[in-house]
């Protein structure tokens, strides 16, 4: 067998049309949308790169699934069936379901966390961050270097620095520390992996310092394959028993099933302790719904009951990490320059070395996504200044971020390496005619997760 990327492992029982635009309507869409593409209609999007969030395509037996759904208010079959799948791949016991990850989130952060607290992490995703700031505690990002670096080969990016994360815990203790959030993989820096050594590692020194530690496990599954083909010892071993391993180091997580859940909505969080989980649910009845529902219907939690068992296959993964790494491959030929090594759902380009002559106040991720979608009709998105850089309000100047990525997410199951082409076609065109890539100014923002509604011109 050759390692090349072989064909899809389904075929198609349903069809979604894609609709065409010409380039005058785009630049005219684009306009009209402020030049931000969360404000285009998805109508008028070719081929959807946005995010890889309940974008996923369900399987036959996901839709069958549905009807077996239990919309029982309390104590339904399909909470029962959900929570047995979830203990089977986390090993913890107490299970509770929310409307998406952010909802579990929002659990998390009221549970533990204090005005003055500190959360260390690998990278937080910027929903966590959101929270963590809104209550008035500090994230804090303790990635290792390399993983800053986007032509650093390390195969596990995501890793925590266990040096740093030591000190913090020696500077700040158990008291004013309420849990540390590993994320797997890793979103802001190009869904690179962390590896069960440093995972085991890390909860080593949690534990010696009385300290939980939890995972927002989003994109578990894309983690555990990473593990299984760049971690000794694991290349012959069932991605379940990796996540089993992986899971039995922490005390919990938080999950958005719109990743690696395989459906459209959901979310969850999963505790081994029974206190936490008690905790948890005094919370869920306000925010969410009683906890055997959470906030989700009966039908939904049986559709990821067996989205969750789907993304453990390994010829699901084996292709899914593939087509990421057939696009990557196509630019990285091309001379495109992107983060290395490609992760696990999504191709990321290096804007700064992409647009080096648009200076960084003019969002250079920014003027890339605009021309991508007037250019193709693709819709990518800025992990650059606009997502992740803030406006100082004392100042009135920018913080900047580390990194000024543009994230090409893959949608699971949804497009074929025929559109993989077609994106790598654009986006080496752009590339080649890079010189004539206009820079932006944002000409209206909101305080919190400002990149949703922020509005910019050309500059
Ligand atoms: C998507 C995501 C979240 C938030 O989940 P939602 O379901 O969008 O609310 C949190 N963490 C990570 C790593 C994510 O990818």
């Not at 990002?141 to 815990?169: Q, S, T, Y």
């Not at 020696?170 to 890793?186: A, D, M, N, Y």
């Not at 080649?432 to 922020?454: D, S, W």
Request: hydrophobic content about 40%.
């Amino acid at each position: 067998m050759s390692d090349s990327i072989g064909p899809e492992p389904y075929k198609f029982k349903m069809v979604e049309p894609l609709r065409q635009t010409s380039r005058e309507d785009r630049e005219r869409l684009i306009a009209e949308a402020g030049y931000n593409v969360f404000n285009l209609r998805a109508e008028d999007v070719y081929i959807d790169l946005l995010t890889d969030s309940g974008t996923s395509t369900m399987s036959q037996f996901q839709w069958a699934a549905l009807l077996l759904g239990d919309e029982s208010y309390a104590g339904s079959r399909s909470f029962f069936r959900f929570q047995e799948t979830v203990t089977n791949i986390t090993g913890y016991p107490y299970v509770l379901p929310t409307h998406q990850g952010r909802g579990a989130e929002n659990i998390l952060a009221a549970m533990l966390i204090q005005p003055g607290s500190v959360i260390p992490g690998n990278m937080h995703f910027d929903t966590t961050r959101a929270h963590i700031k809104l209550k008035g505690a500090t994230p804090l990002d303790l990635v290792i270097a390399p993983g800053l670096d986007p032509e650093d080969c390390h195969p596990f990016k995501a890793n925590i620095d266990l040096g740093r994360l030591e000190g913090v815990l020696q500077e700040h203790g158990s008291r004013k520390v309420p849990f540390v959030l590993i994320t797997v993989t890793c979103n802001n820096n190009g869904g690179q992996p962390a590896s069960m050594e440093n995972v085991r590692s890390a909860a080593e020194i949690c534990r010696r310092y009385r300290v939980p530690l939890f995972f927002d496990a989003a994109r578990f599954a894309e983690n555990c394959y990473f593990i299984r083909t760049r971690e000794s010892g694991y290349q012959d071993r069932e991605i379940l028993r990796i996540a089993q391993e992986m899971f039995s180091y922490g005390d919990g997580c938080v999950m958005s099933s719109k990743k690696d859940g395989l459906v459209n909505i959901g979310g969850f969080m999963a505790f081994s302790d029974e206190t936490l989980y008690r905790q948890a649910c005094g919370l869920a009845v306000i925010y969410e719904g009683f906890p055997t529902y959470g906030g989700m219907a009966g039908r939904d939690m049986e559709a990821l009951s067996v989205g969750l068992q789907e993304v453990l296959e390994l010829p699901y993964l084996r292709f899914r990490i593939e087509q990421v790494a057939h696009l990557a491959g196509r630019l990285q030929e091309g001379g495109v320059p992107i983060v290395l090594p490609p992760g696990g759902h999504a191709v990321y380009l290096d804007a700064r070395r992409f647009a080096p002559h648009i200076p960084q106040r003019e969002f250079r991720g920014q003027a890339l996504v605009v021309a991508l979608y007037v250019e193709a009709g693709i819709r990518g998105v800025d992990l650059g200044p606009s997502m992740f850089g803030e406006e100082d309000t004392a100042t009135g100047h920018e913080k900047y971020p580390d990194l000024e990525l543009v994230r090409l997410a893959i949608p699971r199951r949804a497009y074929t390496n025929a559109h993989m082409d077609f994106v790598a076609d654009s986006i080496l065109e752009i590339y080649h005619n890079r010189v004539n890539l206009r820079g932006l100014k944002m000409v209206y923002q909101t305080p919190i997760l400002r990149h949703f509604t922020c509005r910019f011109d050309y500059a």
